[in-house]
């Protein structure tokens, strides 16, 4: 077993809050903050911004967002994690895995595979449903851990196929996803204009 199967960072990672306006720089454009730092110590997000200020030169992950959960692309965090055994998804081409445990949607038809921790369906047969779940699964039994070894990408290569209800919630575009949806505008209090009353005819 490795030494830090666990890197520190990652917890953090996990418990930090994205998508909050930037205090230095929220009168820009698209200044929400969905980037995180792996080298600094400062632990908090950050919108793209900050990155050209102050992290031009260190390892940033991108934190994007699919039905109201945060996602990040599985081709930026294999490059600092060993997330195998974890379910990855393609949202419009691009394939991601989702940071924490979701919600579990109404039980539908049995199925063969699981999340070990937290019991959500699975499309493939993986041990975990997000980066947090593999984090508890390492710390009950030891098995499983966060250091690359050359083997991640071999893992990652095959294609999971999921099916048209779970397509059907992953359906947000991976660059719409960064910034949260608009809620739609409210209802109008406007009363429609009723129609010409017509008079009946004369009878002769």
Known sequence: MDAMPVPPWLEKLLT?????????????????????????SVDDAFCPYCRSSKHRDHR???IRRS???DVVRVSEIQKVLDISRVQTYVINSARV???NERPQPKVGKPVSHVCEICGRN???PFRFCSLGCKLVGIRRKEDASFTLDGKNEKVMGRRSISSPKEEEELREASQQDI???TPPPPPSRSRRRKGIPQRAPFSS
């Open 16 to 40: 930090t809050a994205f998508f909050t306006v930037c205090r230095s720089h929220g009168a820009a454009n698209r200044s929400e903050c969905n980037m995180y730092c792996l080298d600094c």
């Open 60 to 62: 940033v992950i991108q």
């Open 67 to 69: 039905s109201y959960h």
């Open 97 to 99: 895995l989702f940071l």
């Open 122 to 124: 699975l499309l493939d």
């Open 179 to 181: 910034y949260p949806p």
